[in-house]
Nanobody, 122 residues
Framework: QVTLEESGGGLVQPGGSLRLSCVAT????????IGWFRQAPGKEREFVAV????????SYADSAKDRFRVSRDFAKNGVYLEMNSLKPEDTAVYYCAAGRHFSPQAGSYDYWGHGTQVTVSS
């Protein structure tokens, strides 16, 4: 069993930045691909980014390219999503998920965190 905990969400003005964290309590986390997803009110959950288990490869949704960056810290069992140039349409609950498939599909992930709220507003 892998328990994931997200943090780092909050209220930020348009153009601002946030760094989300996803930390697990087990080292097996470092063997798993980690995806970031988000869900806005009234919308379906959507893919944001994914980091391969090695941390070497990452993939991003078109909406996140050039603005978001995912990284890993193996010593801390952590994966981070750095978000820059935030827009109001980035407002959503952000979730991290762990699995053994490097995929943008939510169904490919076995473990999910409870999410952290990101609100972009002036």
């Amino acid at each position: 069993q892998v328990t994931l905990e997200e943090s780092g969400g909050g209220l930020v003005q348009p153009g601002g930045s946030l760094r989300l964290s996803c930390v697990a309590t087990t080292e097996i986390f470092n063997e798993l691909d980690i995806g970031w997803f988000r869900q806005a009110p009234g919308k379906e959950r959507e893919f944001v980014a994914v980091s391969s288990w090695s941390g070497v490869t990452a993939s991003y949704a078109d909406s996140a390219k050039d603005r978001f960056r995912v990284s890993r810290d193996f010593a801390k069992n952590g994966v981070y999503l750095e978000m820059n140039s935030l827009k109001p349409e980035d407002t959503a609950v952000y979730y991290c998920a762990a699995g053994r498939h490097f995929s943008p599909q939510a169904g490919s992930y076995d473990y999910w965190g409870h999410g952290t709220q990101v609100t972009v507003s002036s």
